[in-house]
């Protein structure tokens, strides 16, 4: 409970502090340079360079914080990417070299490849599919709000009520994972989902389909509702049926949109961590780059070369989708 | 949308049918978690969590009193007791054998003949007898096999074992004590700067902002190494710990400002550009239009953004595993679930009981703000596009 109070004791110093220091900051410049000054001249000279300076105090803290916070790191991981296992001794590629033989690095980049293929593309599909069902029927905001749910749920709850989906008992004792228990009423028998190789990645994939769902049907339907009748109607008068209009009416309409889904679910996807790490850790052939990364940066005391390594590579590969939101957010804004 | 086909299509219960089968596949699994925290962790160990609201049967294996226990009756030897109180079980009997090969032979109230004369009986509330004409002899009881079929029962006791005795509740005050500060700090500090990106004009102003769009997909993991580093480097140099939740309240703080500025400088800038132009006109300076104005007007943006930073630093297990130590005092709702499945991967009903302990709070901001996350997600997404 103290600890709770600090908390909330940090909370209101924190805000006290930036109070004190924005309105401190702005009574200070026009302190220092006021615009009815002594002449008028001095007065405007004044003004022009408390207008400039402003916009800085204004910038102040959370260009401090990004640059300390993200900029800063984001840099000294590709110097610390050249450097040996406690960073001091500089040793040119040696662990690109090493990544590049290493099994578990191409293990990973294979397993992360499948992931950007499965869970953007059925996220997206089922997000699509569950938007356009949901907005022809009176219950659809109910059906929308219970799909969306797993949004809110942490990545190692998801795992903890998945675990339990694919929990597996040995042959003769009742299944009390549902998975199981289905497969045994279809005549088939039950397996050790996370254990079996190659395919195990797919059912660590289903939980992050089943979390990013959600995202991708609140976006998607937004877009479906933004299409103009219009074009749908004409689409009905030339005899077009439902799945004609929806797929060639309407998902062309909201190409972009569905990139923008893709995009933000791929960036998502390469970070994915938790769920590697606390359904199997990287075992039975599951790992993926975030978590190899994790690995690296603790094992045996850490090895921060490798482990800045691999975070490089993961940023190397965000980098296009990087490049493509910035220039996007450029357009719209000069359109603007 | 639709509104012709609405009603003339007659596919529609296909539709409902669909969406049916989609919200059930989605909500089964939470459900299944739920059920089974609630459930006595004896049954939830034996039967899945769907036959909780019918009577489940156990098959056990347990032994008469000893020989020297026995009585004397109408000419027969007789062992006879209560084989529920005997083994601590409860329930009612539904069945019994006397061999392994045929557990379940004999309906309660049925005499079963034994080899040599023997007879064995077993009534529903476990009271049995054992007879033989000549006198018992060895050192252990018969053994008897018996089928038990226990009403469903609903208990607490999960939620009570695991906020007091595995930490959950510590790690409850854990959680929030890293959430709060994490999300009320970045609004501050973002909204100010939001504000000057999208309505003061100075050099490299569209430079910022493609920089704030470009660490909104950085990934967490190029920071995680230089930033440890670095926080090692300030404990030993300054001789505090290196994992503190002034920490990782400015590492979340650092981590949600992307987002926190790209979503507020989009819904201020698109604030009426009269309403501020007319207060500066009236001799306003910036601080008092974004105090009395900009603050005020900008409550639905603010509200998305501490949504979702107090779900992402809630839900958060990277950073806090990184920035945040694995004492009792600091290890968060996150890193003792994932302690948990290690150490007590097969204890479900502590298993399921903690996660829904850590699911709630999210799940309850989800269902009463959902309106405010979904603008927030749509400004934050279409946007780009």
Sequence with gaps: ?336 | MISGSKTKSPLMWVVHLSVLMLVLLWTLPTIGLFVSSIRDKDQLAVSGWWTALFSSEQNVIGRSVDPEDQVFKDGLYVLQGNVLEQDGNSGTIKAFGWRAQEPAAFKVGETADMRRDRKMTVESDGSYTITQPEEWTGKRGKRIFYTIETPPIFTLDNYREVLTAEGIGQSFVNSLTVTIPSTVIPILIAAFASYALAWMHFPGRAVLIAVVVGLLVVPLQMSLIPLLRLYNGVGSFFGVPAKTYLGIWLAHTGFGLPLAVYLLRNYISELPREIIESARVDGASHFDIFVKIILPLSFPALASFAIFQFLWVWNDLLVAMVFLGNTEDQLVLTGRLREMLGSRGGNWEILTASAFITIIVPLGVFFTLQRYLVRGLLAGSVKGG
Excluded at chain 1, 270 to 279: G, N
Excluded at chain 1, 305 to 316: D, E, N, P, S, Y
């Design chain 1, 1 to 336: 409970m103290e600890q709770l109070a600090s908390a909330l004791g940090t909370v209101i110093v924190g805000v006290l502090a930036c109070v004190a220091y924005f309105y401190g900051s702005n009574w200070l410049l026009d302190r220092v340079f006021p615009a009815n000054a002594a002449s008028a001249e001095k007065g405007i000279k004044n003004l022009q360079i408390a207008h400039a300076v402003r916009p800085w105090l204004f910038l102040g803290p959370a260009l401090l914080t990004l640059g300390l916070y993200l900029v800063y790191p984001a840099l000294d991981s590709v110097r610390l990417s050249f450097y040996n296992s406690d960073s001091t001794q500089f040793v040119g590629l040696d662990n690109y070299v090493w990544l590049w033989f290493d099994d578990g690095f191409r293990q990973s980049m294979f397993n992360n490849m499948l992931w950007l293929i499965f869970v953007p593309a059925m996220s997206t599909f089922f997000g699509l599919v569950i938007a356009a069902l949901t907005d022809r029927i009176w219950w659809g905001n109910i059906a929308k709000s219970l799909i969306f749910m797993p949004m809110a749920i942490s990545f190692i709850g998801a795992s903890i009520i998945w675990k339990f989906v694919y929990e597996y008992r040995g042959e003769g004792s009742a299944q009390i994972g549902i998975l199981n228990a289905i497969v045994e009423a279809l005549g088939g028998d039950p397996q050790a989902w996370i254990t079996i190789p190659f395919w195990n990645n797919f059912f660590l994939m289903i939980i992050l389909v089943w979390i990013q769902t959600g995202f991708a049907m609140v976006i998607l339907s937004a877009a479906l509702r933004g299409i103009p009748e219009e074009t749908i109607e004409a689409a009905t008068i030339d005899g077009a049926n439902g799945v004609q209009i929806f797929f060639l009416i309407m998902v062309p309409q909201i190409w972009k949109t569905i990139a923008v889904v893709w995009t933000t679910i791929t960036i998502t996807v390469l970070k994915v961590f938790d769920i590697v790490f606390a359904m199997t850790n990287g075992q039975w052939d599951t790992q993926v780059l975030a978590n190899y990364m994790y690995d690296w940066m603790f094992r045996g005391g850490g090895d921060f070369g490798r482990g800045a390594t691999i975070a490089v590579i993961i940023m190397l590969l965000v980098v296009p989708i990087m490049i493509w939101n910035i220039r996007s957010a450029t357009r719209d804004s000069k359109g603007h």
